[in-house]
């Protein structure tokens, strides 16, 4: 299995990106999928998660400027990104928790895509 991002970008302060990650190789289904980001010196945070289902949770930072959505035929994650602040400069990572044919689940992650929000 494997994920696949892109979307990233440099932007201005207040501008908009649209992050998108799809999923590819051997899956039934994915649970839980979604983003992160780790900026320079600092920890990974959770930015924001999506159910099959579709409910969702964010990080209190970005509630109100940032959706995320899913298209589950495609296994894709999407993060629209809008009001973008210098402070979510960051490298931006999504997962998918993927279940196989054979019953076992584990979680996934794409390759970083770089988000740089300059002031």
């Known amino acids: 299995v494997q994920l696949q991002a892109s979307g990233g970008g440099l932007v201005q302060t207040g501008g908009s990106l649209r992050l998108s990650c799809a999923a590819s190789?051997?899956?039934?289904?994915?649970?839980?999928m979604g983003w992160y980001r780790q900026a320079p010196g600092k920890q990974r945070d959770l930015v924001a998660a999506?159910?099959?289902?579709?409910?969702?949770n964010y990080a209190d930072s970005v509630k109100g400027r940032f959706t995320v959505s899913r298209d589950n035929a495609k296994n894709a994650v999407y993060l629209q990104m809008n009001s973008l602040k210098p402070e979510d400069t960051a490298v931006y990572s999504c997962?998918?928790?993927?279940?196989?044919?054979?019953?076992?689940?584990?979680?996934?992650w794409g390759q970083g895509t770089q988000v740089t929000v300059s002031s």
């Open positions: 997962y998918g928790n993927v279940n196989n044919f054979y019953g076992r689940g584990r979680e996934y």
């Open positions: 190789g051997s899956i039934f289904s994915i649970n839980a």
């Open positions: 999506i159910t099959s289902g579709g409910s969702t």
